[in-house]
Nanobody, 124 residues
Framework: QLQLVESGGGLVQAGGSLRLSCVAS????????MGWFRQAPGKEREFVAT????????SYSNSVKGRFTISRDNAKNTVYLQMNSLKPEDTANYYC?????????????????WGQGTQVTVSS
């Protein structure tokens, strides 16, 4: 199991940008498919994006497609989420997660490693 620590959240105005980072411990990071999920107050945790082991295959929810970009640097044990054109509805706690599944998944239950979350707040 990976230890994951997110950072980069904050308060921004609508239309602004943020880059979230997630640093993983251990030497097995490159074997994990990584993902970002988010949860707003009173709502269920939802899928945002995933990236495969090599960083060559990505997947996004329809709500963020075209605005967010997930990437990874295996040499730095880090996964990123570049968020552009932010909207108030993007406001949530954002979580980094990892899974050893070979096939990409958008289901939170398939991810066994989770970070503590970082808050993103987008004002109108």
């Amino acid at each position: 199991q990976l230890q994951l620590v997110e950072s980069g959240g904050g308060l921004v105005q609508a239309g602004g940008s943020l880059r979230l980072s997630c640093v993983a411990s251990g030497r097995t990071f490159s074997y994990y498919t990584m993902g970002w999920f988010r949860q707003a107050p009173g709502k269920e945790r939802e899928f945002v994006a995933t990236i495969d082991r090599s960083g060559s295959i990505t997947s996004y929810s329809n709500s963020v497609k075209g605005r967010f970009t997930i990437s990874r640097d295996n040499a730095k044990n880090t996964v990123y989420l570049q968020m552009n054109s932010l909207k108030p509805e993007d406001t949530a706690n954002y979580y980094c997660a990892g899974t050893l599944r070979v096939r990409n998944s958008s289901a939170p239950g398939d991810f066994g490693s989770w970070g503590q979350g970082t808050q993103v707040t987008v004002s109108s």
